[in-house]
């Protein structure tokens, strides 16, 4: 167990530095200057010398390897400097925003949770095979469906037609119910895809068989004696979700007009903000590391063998076989 979870520890802070170094990368290899973009129109009030100062100020002027080793050491302390569009410290922009964007995510998460295992749920337990087959349909539509259509969507019906909740802003719970189920849709569609699957197949089992042939009632077979099996896989997927539904934030809090990491990314991106970015990038890395360890940590409690590594792989095969 101590050696799994090492192994597990050191796949983490590799996956950080992976995150960091991706991003650099990408964001420097985007055409343009970030000073240029900072000065924009008032370009003819900075002297050149002025605008060698604000690259200097920010560390533009350094070659890349030095930017990349300089940011790299600041990040490893937390610093990801300041700003280059509001001259903020980046720490306190994302610990200001973070609140919002976890409230939405874990929102989102719980909803694609009961939506996705409720789905499953009802559609493996169903006597009727027409309402079996269309539940199971339900997922493969989630999916398909773009997550910025469903918000727009959303906003047109519930907002604008119907007035029920409002469409804009971080004003109340309200304001949290359409984009919590924009953006956990497309999560519990998967969800249940994996989920069903799983079910379908626990339900071939022998000693589900055995349950039967004892008198369990169906919903006792499910629930106690398919469920927690077939749901392993359903648990690696959580981790990945989460990841996920914090990327999904930057499209939803845009439509939505919310303030939170996604808006706040979008918005760094297309100013060429490199300290912004690279900040969010590397706070949603974090996230998605810490959750996974928490699921990796979790899994030998449900399954023991998990430990080794043919059932780490058999784990893995489920999920991407289901998916």
């Known amino acids: 167990m101590p050696r799994y979870l090492i192994r597990r520890t050191l796949r983490a802070v590799f996956v950080l530095w992976a995150a960091f170094t991706v991003s650099f990368a990408m964001l420097y290899l985007l055409p343009g200057d970030p000073i240029a973009v900072m000065v924009g129109g008032s370009a003819g009030a900075y002297t050149p010398e002025q605008i060698d100062e604000l690259r200097s100020q920010y560390g533009l002027d350094r070659s890349v390897p030095m930017q990349y080793v300089t940011q790299l050491w600041q990040a ?85 037609r119907w007035r029920l909740l409002p469409a804009l802003g971080n004003d109340g719970w309200q304001s949290l119910v359409l984009p919590a189920v924009t953006l956990a849709l497309p999560s519990g569609s998967v969800l249940a895809q994996v989920f069903a699957k799983s079910m379908r197949g626990t339900l071939r089992e022998p000693y589900v068989n055995t349950a039967r042939a004892k008198g369990a009632s169906r919903a006792r077979v499910h629930l106690r004696h398919a469920a927690r099996n077939a749901a392993l896989p359903t648990v690696t997927l959580s981790g990945i979700i989460v990841g996920n539904l914090f990327a999904g934030a ?49 899994y030998p409690i449900l399954d023991p063998r998990i430990t080794s590594g043919r059932a780490t792989f058999r784990r893995k095969a489920d999920v991407q076989w289901s998916i």
């Open 76 to 160: 490893l302390h937390g610093d990801f400097g300041t700003s280059i569009q509001t001259g903020a410290p980046v720490r306190g922009m994302l610990s200001h925003a973070l609140p919002q964007t976890a409230l939405l995510a874990l929102t989102a998460f719980i909803l694609a949770v009961v939506g996705g295992l409720g789905v499953a749920l009802a559609a493996t337990s169903s006597r009727h095979p027409a309402l079996r087959q269309v539940l199971l349909s339900l997922p493969g539509v989630g999916t398909s469906l773009p997550t910025f259509w469903i918000g727009l969507l959303l906003v047109d019906l519930v907002s604008f």
């Open 250 to 298: 930057v499209v939803v809090e845009t439509v939505f007009s919310r303030e939170g990491i996604g808006r706040i990314t979008a918005d760094a991106v297309l100013s060429q903000d490199i300290p912004v970015v690279q900040g969010a990038v590397v706070l949603s890395a974090v996230v998605f590391v810490l959750v996974n360890l928490a699921v990796d940590a979790a």
